[in-house]
């Protein structure tokens, strides 16, 4: 398991190191405003929060082990409490460790700063003037698939 963590360390500083020798995309900006310095600190971030999340993974584990080891009926669901709570704090964490990784690997792969936004209006597919789009009610909490036939 450590091997895997310091592959995965190791790369991911590789990856920092490579982007930030290349010269900032941010044109007309200084380096403070640039893709690169928010994906480094994206990239701590989501460090910071997997490194978290090993933490509270490593106390639920203890919880359990003190869970199965308590006498006593309140003592027992305390510890089974607190491992319930640090497993859930795990797992989010973990969540939004990978996903500030991913993101930062994104900004860092992003070429151009002036990339137009999407046209959602249109919809997803646009095939000869009928739209398919999705669309939501956040009232009754649906979504469904909505066809446009523009004219």
């Known amino acids: 398991m450590r091997f895997l963590v310091r592959t995965v360390a190791g790369l991911l500083v590789l990856v920092l190191v490579g982007s930030l020798t290349a010269p900032a995309q941010a044109v007309g900006k200084d380096f403070f405003m640039s893709k690169k310095f928010h994906g480094a600190l994206v990239l701590g971030l989501g460090g910071l929060l997997l490194k978290t999340s090993l933490s509270a993974k490593s106390e639920a584990n203890d919880d359990y082990d003190l869970y199965i080891a308590a006498g006593e009926a309140a003592t027992a669901r305390q510890f089974y409490d607190d491992s319930k709570r640090h497993d859930t704090r795990a797992a989010v964490m973990g969540v939004l ?14 070429d151009d700063d002036s990339l137009p936004s999407p046209k959602m209006q249109e919809g997803i597919v646009n095939v000869k003037g009928v739209s398919l789009g999705i669309d939501g009610d956040l009232m009754r909490k649906k979504m469904g698939l909505q066809l446009r036939k523009g004219f």
Do not use: N, Q, T, W
């Open 97 to 110: 460790g990978v996903s500030a990784i991913v993101y930062a690997i994104h900004l860092f792969m992003k």
